[in-house]
């Protein structure tokens, strides 16, 4: 822990007069925990590390992409984590049955992924429609959900662990092991989804809207910001992110359980915190998110590649790490105020 | 009006007295079991609900009321409405944790009720009348013994663990024991918290930590699907093999067919719940005592006995 005091001491200086720093936060962060993770064990860095290190950050990545317009636009999404085991667990069903019709073919899996957006979208949309519409908060909406696709999902495994059959797998694996021109699958898809999500929030009027409805909701209606629909919209596109994770999820091990996705939501809304979005809403950073994304999953990765830190003791290490990334842009933030006033 | 309010008090009366007459014949057994919220407690759900079809099929007199819980609390909740509301003669409890349910258990035993205490154990001693349990120890203990059997001073393994629990502990310590002086050298061990997502994670890190990894215990079979993924992936599945445990059905059905990956797998089943739920019924329906502890066997699980350990119906 020292070690990452004394870096940061050393990194803030040199970069304050020239970058951002409030962009350059978690980036910093990220570089630091680089830093130590290679001094910790060399391996960090191997080919094979670096490339099981960002495919795992996917899921997250792309849930937290998704999330960062909620937020932004000044909801929250609780449901992720269990609309995700949901999703997984309707994709396998569903593949199941249809490779009784359709036989074992590239048509099977493409009907599970097409179920799985349109899954995704309506399950955002009903986040989304009742918050709006319903003016129930998001928490209390989101809450709801997050248990009742928990307990469905539990309900249609019987309590136990639905997997895909290993003939339909073997088709679908590649999706989450193969890469193209050296890029694992998962983190092409992440990368898409990053800079889709990067210009949906800095080059549109969507983004703005968000941003707009998140700072002050009241003034964005009187600006004629079509507020509902917009806040909707966030709900739809989290969901659709959801959706997009989970078809890269599934090859994975090729099985949902009540077990699959317990605390993304709690990881998701980290990454997008750590990267620089304000939880109360009225800014959002996508490149952020994503930097978010990595720093999460390169503090489990550093703990399971050491033994230096007691096992027992893993929560706190990233507890700690967590909340230091984002004392690192409050200090940033207020540095820089300082000298105008 | 009248005569109908009258009729209606007169069936509503003649109603109760049955019931509380049939009330009086059954005997009512409750069980209170987590919700299944992991595979395992999928699995153990699933033994409950067969046994109490069972039970209820061959015994006319038993009434077996099944309730799940989502934590200690809410089964401390339970607890208590078992016995104010349906007044049960007998509770067989798996208890989520053992501090928190002592308490609730004993008020259940002031009721008068019999008490049989399933898995994780009481804090306090004699509260209950019977006890049924895994064996967490022999868990830890046989799958040692089976690295050995297949080992060589100087082998490496990595162990992936559970969550941090007394039932983790016990299993762990019990390996460990049993494997010092073996000059089989553990590498390194982590939590990977009876999941397989985290099991899949936990185990690339080894890969990509260890060049040279002989085996790997994986504690728990939902681990070990995930470390099976992870080392596929990495392509080192002629390198080393894989002890689970638990006893479930795919991993069972691996053994039966001769995998070489996850060659023999650790029972500790969930089917514990129905032994426990039967002995109950004995102290009704038996004329010997049935008093006392019973510790089931963690037998190892090879291609010759798996057969006995499979149930292809259950979740897990």
Known sequence: ?341 | MKLKTLAMTLALGTLLTTGAALAQEKIKIGVSIPAATHGWAGGLNWHAQEAEKRLEATHSNIDIIIVTADGPSDQASDLEDLVSVQQIDALVVLPFESGPLTDPVKQVKASGAFITVVDRGLTEPGIEDVYVAGNNTELGRISAEYMKSRLQSGDNIVILRGIPTVIDTERFDAFMAEIEGSGINVLDDEFANWNRDDGFEVMQDFLSRFPDIDAVWAQDDDITLGVVEAVKQAGRDKDLFIVGGAGMKDIIKGVMEGDELVPVDVLYPPAMIATAMDVTVAKFTSNGPVQGRYVLGAPLITPENAEDFYYPDSPF
């Open chain 1, 1 to 341: 822990m020292s070690d990452l005091a004394r870096e940061t001491s050393q990194m803030k200086p040199a970069g304050k007069p020239r970058i951002d720093l409030k962009t350059a936060g978690p980036l910093i962060a990220l570089i630091i925990l680089v830093i130590i993770g290679y001094s910790l064990n060399p391996l960090f860095l191997s080919e094979g590390n670096i490339s099981n290190l960002l495919t795992r950050s996917a899921f997250i990545g792309i849930i937290a992409v998704g999330a960062t317009f909620v937020i932004t636009a000044g909801g929250i999404d609780l449901s992720v984590g269990s609309m995700a085991a949901f999703i997984a667990g309707m994709m396998i069903i569903i593949m199941n049955a249809a490779a009784d019709t359709f036989g074992v073919s590239l048509t099977t899996v493409l009907i599970g992924a097409g179920c799985s957006v349109i899954l995704g979208i309506g399950a955002g949309f009903i986040n989304g429609f009742m918050t709006t519409k319903g003016k129930i908060e998001a928490f209390i909406v989101t809450l709801g959900t997050m248990g009742i696709y928990r307990s469905l999902v539990t309900y249609f495994a019987n309590g136990g662990t639905l997997s895909l059959q290993s003939p339909v797998r073997d088709i679908y694996r590649p999706v989450y092991y193969d890469s193209v021109l050296g890029v694992p699958i998962p983190v092409l898809v992440f990368v898409l989804v990053a800079i889709a999500g990067w210009v949906l929030m800095n080059r549109t009027a969507f983004g703005r809207y968000c941003m707009a409805i998140g700072s002050n909701e009241a003034v964005a209606r009187y600006s004629a910001i079509k507020v509902d629909r917009i806040k909707t919209i966030t709900y739809v596109l989290q969901g659709l992110c959801v959706s997009l994770a989970t078809i890269i999820y599934v090859p994975r091990l090729g099985s949902a359980s009540s077990a699959t996705g317990v605390l993304w939501e709690l990881e998701a809304i980290a990454a997008v915190i750590i990267g620089g979005t304000m939880l109360k809403g009225g800014f959002g950073r996508v490149g952020g998110t994503v930097i978010g994304a990595l720093i999460l999953t390169a503090i489990a990765n550093i703990l399971n590649l050491t033994d230096i830190i007691s096992n027992y003791l893993n929560g706190t290490v990233q507890g700690v790490i967590i909340i230091v990334a984002v004392y690192l842009q409050r200090a940033n933030i207020s540095a820089r105020r300082k000298p105008k006033t």
